[in-house]
């Protein structure tokens, strides 16, 4: 008895072959989204640290300016 692969068998091996295909390129678009999601969300948290350190740096600067300032006010008195 010979085993022969009928097209009905070829078109559902096909059809498989091609979902699979599907899947593994929707995969790796979702995979490269979401590592550019990531990367917008350093970004973005960096930028939010970096915003936090300068303005501590002014709070910090400003300080010293008013601290200057009592101490010249207490000696011209």
Known sequence: MKN?????????IYSAGMLLLAL???A???????SKLIVEQVEASSNKSLKNMQ???????????????????????
């Open 55 to 77: 303005e501590e740096i002014y709070s910090y600067i400003n300080g010293i300016n008013f601290s200057r300032k009592e101490w010249r006010d207490k000696i011209e008195k």
């Open 24 to 26: 593994s390129i929707q």
């Open 4 to 12: 022969k692969i009928t097209l009905k068998q070829k078109l559902i």
């Open 28 to 34: 790796i678009f979702n995979y490269l989204n979401s």
